[in-house]
Each structure stands twice: as C-alpha cells, then as structure tokens.
C-alpha cells in the first residue's frame, strides 16, 4: 500500500515520534488488553470484569490522548 507523503508526514506531526508504527511498549500492551478484555467480553463466558476492565483502560490518560489524536486525523469511526 503506498502511503501519501504529506499525510504521513501530517500523522507522524501529530502522533509525536518519527515512525508512525513506533507506538510506546505501555500503549501497545494497553490497546492489546483492551482488544483482549473485548473479546472476552462478547464472548460466552464474558462478565462484568472484563467490562470494568475496559472502563479503566480508555480513561487512562496516555489511551485518551491516542484516540484524540486519532481522531482529529480522521482515523477513527465517528461516534453515533
């Protein structure tokens, strides 16, 4: 897939680093629980653990800010 050099150059901009796959280690390990604790929860064994789990995790401040940043890219489904 080729990328638009001005929009990567826009989305490294707003993310902050140089590469734009370069995520923090605790980022990653946080959207990797939230991917976990989602899946556990649509599944038939799911409760009210994994929910709160998920609760936590997209309060945190270092999630909060990705998405936001995302968000102002365009990068993320719009909110009904």
């Keep these: 897939m ?3 050099k001005k929009s990567t150059t826009k989305f490294r901009k707003k993310m902050g680093n140089d590469e734009p796959n370069n995520l923090p280690i605790s980022l990653q390990a946080k959207l990797g629980s939230i991917c976990v604790h989602v899946e556990e929860m649509l599944g038939p064994t799911g409760h009210e653990f994994d929910r709160a789990a998920i609760e936590q995790l997209l309060g945190d ?3 909060v800010d990705f ?3 995302m968000s102002d ?3 993320l489904p719009v909110k009904r």
């Design 67 to 69: 998405l936001e940043k």
């Design 73 to 75: 890219l365009g990068l």
């Design 61 to 63: 401040p270092e999630v």
């Design 2 to 4: 080729r990328h638009n």
